[in-house]
């Protein structure tokens, strides 16, 4: 059973920077492209980072490029993504996603539960 | 590519037809999804490549189009169909999602 438990939420300060954590089992890692997808409260749905299933290759929609980085440890099978210099605009709960394989642009076949990022003073 | 849903809130009762519909800004091929989420939970895919329903997926909920314009449908309203409704395209990278369409009573 493919699972995606994400960690690394809570509450953080303006300006500080962050890293979310996604463990994942029952997949071989290597061979699906993962990613991030964010929803502030009440609001929709953002991709914010992809990496392919090499983890030769990264992805960023426009908005999040220079602040946001994606990266993969294979030897703990986890996808991480470090968030610099966050504001009140990056609350939001942060869901891990799983590729249904190693192409970046495809849908989202599997998601974790989610995790929450409070930015606030 | 920008993804333009409609309508953004849709009422309706059990055994309705549902239609909702989402524009692309340019063509994306058949390169669509359609994911249910429910409130304090993950969306789940329920359609990809516009039209194939995955696994496990009521076959009352049908998806069709190409190009720019795609539509998914629900046949016979169920009470577990009530939740909000995002379309995302894959065309490039991993995409953009339309703003959702809450499917009320």
């Known amino acids: 059973e493919v699972q995606l438990v994400e960690s690394g939420g809570g509450l953080i300060q303006p300006g500080e920077s962050l890293t979310l954590s996604c463990a994942t089992f029952?997949?071989?890692?290597?061979?699906?492209?993962l990613g991030w997808v964010r929803q502030a409260p009440g609001k929709g749905l953002e991709w914010v980072s992809g990496?392919?299933?090499?983890?030769?290759?990264?992805f960023y929609p426009r908005s999040a490029k220079g602040r946001f980085t994606i990266s993969k440890d294979t030897s703990k099978n986890t996808v991480s993504l470090h968030v610099a210099n966050v504001t009140p605009d990056d609350t939001a709960v942060y869901y891990c996603?799983?590729?249904?394989?190693?192409?970046?642009?495809?849908?989202?076949?599997?998601w974790g539960q989610g995790t929450l990022v409070t930015v606030s003073s | 590519i920008q993804m333009t849903q409609s309508p953004s809130t849709l009422s309706a009762s059990v055994g309705d037809r549902v239609t909702i519909t989402c524009r692309a800004s340019?063509?994306?091929?058949?390169?669509l999804a359609w994911y249910q989420q429910k409130p304090g939970k993950p969306p789940h895919v329920l359609i990809s490549?516009?039209?194939t329903l995955q696994i496990g997926v009521p076959s009352r909920f049908s998806g069709s189009g190409s190009g720019t314009e795609f539509t998914l449908t629900i046949s016979g309203l169920q009470p577990e169909d009530f939740a909000t409704y995002y379309c995302q395209q894959y065309n490039v990278y991993s995409g953009a999602f339309g703003r959702g369409t809450k499917v009320e009573t």
């Open positions: 340019q063509s994306i091929s058949r390169s």
């Open positions: 490549e516009a039209s």
């Open positions: 996603v799983r590729h249904p394989g190693a192409n970046y642009a495809d849908y989202f076949g599997d």
């Open positions: 990496i392919t299933g090499s983890g030769g290759s990264t």
């Open positions: 029952g997949f071989s890692f290597s061979h699906f492209a």
